[in-house]
C-alpha cells in the first residue's frame, strides 16, 4: 500500500467524534505554547494532513473554539478531548497524535514554542527545538526559522 492510499482512523475519548484521513501523516510536532499547555494539560503533540484529506465519520458533539484571530481549536463538547487545531489560512489542519487509533508510524519530529514551555519538565531528546512558531515555514516547506538547538 503506497502512502497516499493509507488510512488512519481516529477518535475522542468517548467516541461522540471520529475522523478518518487518506494520505501520509506528517510527523509530530511537540508546541509548547501557552494555549496548547492550557489546552492539553501539557503540550500539544500533533500530526496534520491536508483539510481535503480528512473526512468526519461521526461529528454529533464537534465543537470549535476560536483560541486567538485565525486560529481554532476543535474539541468533543461531550468528554472534553482535543482534538484538532486549524489556522484558517492553511491548507493543513492538526491533529492531535494521541487521538490517533492503532500503530501510525509517524514519530516526535520537533519543539515549538520552547520558550513557553512549563518549567516542571525538561526537554531532554535530541530534537530540534524553535523558540517560536515555524508553523508557517513548515506549511510552505521554508524551514529557516532559527533553532536554539544547533
Known amino acids: 500500500m503506497s502512502e497516499e492510499d493509507q488510512v488512519h482512523r481516529g477518535s475522542c475519548l468517548c467516541g461522540n467524534v471520529q475522523y478518518e484521513t487518506t494520505g501520509p501523516l506528517r510527523n ?26 480528512l473526512r468526519m465519520v461521526k461529528e454529533s458533539t464537534l465543537c470549535w473554539y476560536q483560541s486567538s484571530p485565525g486560529h481554532q481549536r476543535g474539541f468533543c463538547g461531550n468528554c472534553g478531548s482535543s482534538l484538532f487545531w486549524q489556522a484558517e489560512n492553511q491548507d493543513g489542519i492538526s491533529i492531535l497524535a494521541g487521538t490517533l487509533d492503532g500503530p ?47
Open 28 to 53: 509530530v510536532i511537540a508546541c509548547h505554547c501557552t494555549q496548547c499547555r492550557k489546552t492539553t494539560g501539557h503540550f500539544l503533540a500533533g500530526t496534520s494532513v491536508n483539510k481535503s484529506n
Open 104 to 150: 501510525t508510524g509517524i514519530q516526535l519530529k520537533m519543539h515549538i514554542f520552547t520558550n513557553d514551555k512549563g518549567d516542571y519538565y525538561k526537554l531532554s531528546d535530541d530534537l530540534p527545538q524553535y523558540s517560536e512558531d515555524i508553523l508557517d515555514a513548515i506549511w510552505t516547506s521554508k524551514t529557516n526559522a532559527k533553532t536554539n538547538k544547533e
